[in-house]
C-alpha cells in the first residue's frame, strides 16, 4: 500500500484525505433554531425539498409547504430559498420556509413553541390590552403589552407596522399568543456580556435616549440602558428633562459609575462638556459688578445665576442692608436681575461669595473716604476733614434704615 495514503498523508494539493473525510460528515456550521438562512434547491423528491446549506451539508424542507394551488411545487431544482432552521434529528437539518403557513401552520407553530423557536411577525394593530401580530404565512397572533418588553413610557403606536422576533407563548385550536420578554432578555444579557470587558468608569460612549423621566433618562448604550440623571445633564440646574432631551435623540455620555451586579450604570452629559468653573476666577474677579439672575432662594440666601453653570450666593445677612430679613424672600423674588459684587471666588469647592451692588458701592465709598485721609489728602484743621464728613454720611445712611424699618 502507498505509504502517503496508508498515513493519511497530504495529496498532490497539500490537502490531508483524513481531514477531508472528517469535513465530508461535518455540518457547514452549528446554526441557532429559527436562524435564517438562504439555500439553493439541489433536489425535489416526492416529500422533501433538498436543500444546500454549505459545506457537504444538506437540510430537508417539507415539500408541502412549497405547493400552489394545482399541487405542483411552485420552484425548481437550482432556486434559492430564504429558510428557517428548526432542529436537527439523526444528523439531518431540518428547515421551513415560513413558520405559520398552509395547512400545517398549526403544527409548525406548536413544534416552534416546543423547541424554542423564534418566529418573525409584522404587528399589526392595537387590541385589547396588547398587539395583533401577523406571522410570515398569514396567521394572526396576539401578543400582551406585558410580553412585549415595553417601558412603560414608551409610545406604542410607533410599533405598528414593525416586524419583530417572537417565542410561541401558546399554540392551540383557538388562539395562537406570541411573546417578546424572553428574547429581549437574551439580547440584554447578550449585550451586557459584550460590554463587560469593553466599558470601565470614565469611558466616553455614544447612546440613544430612550425614556424620559422627572429624575432623568435613560440612555441606551449598545443594548443596555444606563440612567443619565438630572443632575448630570448640564451644568445649569435642570427644571425640566424634556427642556433639555428628547426620545430618540443621540448624545455622548460619560460612564460615572458601573454596578454589573446590581445592573446599574450611571452616566454624565455635563461632564463631556467644558466645566464652566474652571475659568470662574478670570471670568468674575472679586472686586467687580455683574448683572445675575436671582436662580433660587433657599433660607440663608439667596443664589444668583452669573453665567451659565456658574451661581454666586448673597448671604441673608447681605440682602436687607442695614434691615435684618426673616426670609430672602423680602428682597428679592426669583427670576429678578440684580446688580452684584463679588467678594471673593473658591473655584475649588465652586463657590462664589457675593454683595448686593448698593452695598458694594456703600462699602467702596467708604473705603475710599478711609483711604483718602490715611494719605492725608484734605487733611485741613479746621473740621473733621474728609474722614469726618465720610463718617457723617454713614451715620446718616444708618439713619434712614432705621427709619425704614419703623
Known sequence: MNKERASGGDNENGENFADMLAESYREPSRLEPGQKIEAAIVKITADWVLLEVGGKGEGYLDKRELLGPDGEPTVKEGDKLRVYFLRSVNGEMHFTSKIGTGPAARAQLEEARRDGVPVEAAISREAGGGFEVVLGGGARAFCPYSHMGLRRDENKADYIGRTMTFEVLECDARRIVLSRKGIVEKERRA?????????????????????????????DIGGVEGLLPVSEIAWTRTEKVSDRLSVGQAVEVVVKRLDWD???????????????????????????????????????????????????????????????????????????????????????????????????????????????????????????????????AQMERQGKAARRTI
Open 191 to 219: 449585550a451586557e456580556e459584550a460590554l463587560r470587558s469593553a466599558l470601565e468608569e470614565g469611558s466616553r460612549v455614544k447612546g440613544t435616549v430612550t425614556s424620559i423621566q422627572n429624575f432623568g433618562a435613560f440612555v
Open 262 to 392: 446590581k445592573g446599574r450604570i450611571s452616566l454624565s452629559l455635563k461632564d463631556i462638556l467644558p466645566d464652566p468653573w474652571d475659568q470662574a476666577g478670570e471670568k468674575w474677579t472679586p472686586g467687580a459688578y455683574y448683572t445675575g439672575t436671582v436662580s433660587r432662594l433657599a433660607p440663608f440666601g439667596a443664589f444668583v445665576t452669573l453665567g451659565e453653570g456658574v451661581d454666586g450666593l448673597i448671604h441673608i445677612s447681605q440682602l436687607g442692608g442695614d434691615r435684618r430679613l426673616q426670609s430672602p424672600d423680602e428682597a428679592v423674588t426669583v427670576g429678578q436681575s440684580i446688580e452684584v459684587r463679588v467678594e471673593s471666588v473658591d473655584r475649588a469647592n465652586k463657590k462664589i461669595s457675593l454683595i448686593p451692588a448698593e452695598v458694594g458701592r456703600e462699602r467702596d465709598e467708604d473705603e475710599a473716604a478711609v483711604k483718602s485721609y490715611r494719605s492725608g489728602e484734605n487733611a485741613e484743621p479746621q473740621g473733621l476733614g474728609t474722614f469726618g464728613e465720610a463718617l457723617k
